[in-house]
């Protein structure tokens, strides 16, 4: 992996075209909005994470009126967090995992599932894709945007 910035990743093998194309979108994000990224990882059996982090998101969202909170559950598994909130994920993301050169902010933008004015989800039950070989691109794809 490759990080620059704090703003984009590249997974290694990656060509020069790719390179040069993430220099050209980090100098041109320099005005762009800074994000805050908070990670919870569960322990032992995983007890709690997904109410923690829903009460972070909560939390997050409760500090930031203006702003956006987005929850992106990535335990494809069972993709808990959506059934927590009764919301649930009718867009068929297998299209996209498998090319996740597709995604864009506007795609980002029609998938997410919204729960309050400044609160979002990103949650997709997809036992399979755990184990697919684009996992790891699409879920960067994700992160990225």
């Given at each position: ?14 060509n ?11 100098d ?32 997050l969202?409760?500090?930031?009126p ?24 009718e ?11 597709r ?12 729960y ?30």
């Amino acid at each position: 992996m490759v990080r620059l910035q704090a703003r984009d990743w590249l997974q290694k093998p990656f060509n020069d075209t790719e390179f040069l194309a993430t220099l050209a979108r980090v100098d041109s994000a320099s005005t762009a909005e800074q994000s805050r990224v908070t990670t919870v990882i569960g322990a032992a059996g995983g007890a709690g994470a997904t109410t923690i982090a829903l009460m972070a998101m909560s939390q997050l969202a409760k500090g930031a009126p203006d702003g956006q909170v987005a929850l992106a559950d990535l335990d494809f598994q069972i993709a808990s967090s959506g059934s927590y909130l009764n919301l649930r994920s009718e867009f068929d993301i297998d299209a996209i995992a498998a090319n996740p050169d597709r995604l864009d902010l506007e795609l980002l933008d029609t998938i997410k599932l919204h729960y309050a004015p400044n609160m979002s989800l990103y949650a997709f039950e997809r036992p399979h894709l755990n184990f697919a070989p684009e996992a790891r691109r699409f879920v960067l794809a994700c992160l990225i945007f």
